[in-house]
């Protein structure tokens, strides 16, 4: 393992700082051009042809400066927005790609995944939010697409489980032993917004799910089918 020195750090800081400052603005190339016309020689001044593409270079360069300055309000402003709009989600009940889910006053969400092809036999694990194992549910076999299945809330044990938000994996094989692939939803009612890092993200079953990751948006009440 190579470790970087406190040194080593600050070089690469200074360098990637004069690299950027080595970049030529608007401002820097018109101060070429007024020192060129300042410096040319009056017996033998500079060709005007040429003068007049340093002119044009120049406006064509502010023009993309602006544009980029106008693309940069604009996603600000989107993101403004998005951040107002997300607020709606609030009491909602989302699905989203994850693997979390939440057991509430005894109850289990219901868990929703998709199947790629049919598959023999369909098991799924139960974790607590600090990865320890709880239960273990045997699904049979089950047909490609879209699944749901409920967890009765109990442990290994049979002992019920206490409320908080919990994880699953889904493992899906053929009797010839070839794995099937899935995709795992999380699937929640939605109780916050978080917005730091400027990255917008829904709380449900008390984890943070990113509002990318929302693939279907329901009225609280509704049964989502994952």
Same mark, same amino acid.
């Given at each position: 393992?190579?470790?970087?020195?406190?040194?080593?750090? =600050?070089?690469?800081?200074?360098?990637?700082? #004069? /690299?950027?400052? !080595? @970049?030529?603005?608007?401002?820097?190339?018109?101060?070429?051009?007024?020192?060129?016309? $300042?410096?040319?020689?009056?017996? !033998?001044?500079?060709?005007?042809?040429?003068?007049?593409? /340093?002119?044009? $270079?120049?406006? =064509?360069?502010?023009?993309? $400066?602006?544009? !980029?300055?106008?693309?940069?309000?604009?996603? +600000?402003?989107?993101? #403004?927005?998005?951040?107002?709009?997300?607020?709606?989600?609030?009491?909602?009940?989302?699905?989203?790609?994850?693997? =979390?889910?939440?057991?509430?006053?005894?109850?289990?969400?219901?868990?929703?995944?998709?199947?790629?092809?049919?598959?023999?036999?369909?098991?799924? /694990?139960?974790?607590?939010?600090?990865?320890?194992?709880?239960?273990?549910?045997?699904?049979?076999?089950?047909?490609?697409?879209?699944?749901? @299945?409920?967890? !009765?809330?109990?442990?290994?044990?049979?002992?019920?489980?206490?409320?908080?938000?919990?994880?699953?994996?889904?493992?899906?094989?053929?009797?010839?032993?070839?794995?099937?692939?899935?995709?795992?939803? #999380?699937?929640?009612? @939605?109780?916050?917004?978080?917005?730091?890092?400027?990255?917008?993200?829904?709380?449900?079953?008390?984890? %943070?799910?990113?509002? +990318?990751?929302?693939?279907?948006? %329901? %009225? =609280?009440?509704?049964?989502?089918?994952?």
């Amino acid at each position: 393992m190579t470790i970087t020195g406190v040194t080593d750090v =600050s070089n690469q800081t200074s360098t990637q700082k #004069t /690299q950027i400052n !080595n @970049v030529m603005g608007k401002d820097d190339f018109l101060k070429l051009l007024v020192a060129q016309l $300042q410096n040319q020689d009056p017996l !033998n001044p500079a060709d005007s042809t040429a003068f007049t593409a /340093q002119l044009a $270079q120049f406006s =064509s360069l502010e023009q993309l $400066q602006n544009i !980029n300055d106008s693309l940069d309000s604009f996603k +600000s402003s989107q993101a #403004t927005t998005n951040s107002i709009q997300s607020a709606d989600f609030i009491g909602k009940t989302v699905t989203a790609t994850g693997n =979390s889910f939440g057991v509430n006053d005894g109850q289990a969400d219901p868990l929703h995944f998709n199947l790629t092809n049919n598959a023999d036999s369909v098991y799924l /694990q139960i974790y607590d939010k600090y990865g320890n194992f709880v239960s273990d549910i045997q699904a049979g076999a089950l047909s490609a697409g879209e699944q749901t @299945v409920n967890w !009765n809330g109990r442990d290994a044990n049979g002992m019920a489980v206490a409320d908080g938000a919990y994880t699953y994996t889904v493992m899906a094989m053929n009797s010839d032993g070839s794995s099937v692939g899935s995709t795992s939803y #999380t699937t929640g009612v @939605v109780t916050g917004i978080d917005f730091k890092n400027g990255d917008t993200k829904l709380l449900i079953n008390d984890q %943070e799910v990113p509002l +990318s990751s929302v693939i279907r948006l %329901e %009225e =609280s009440g509704s049964q989502a089918n994952g």
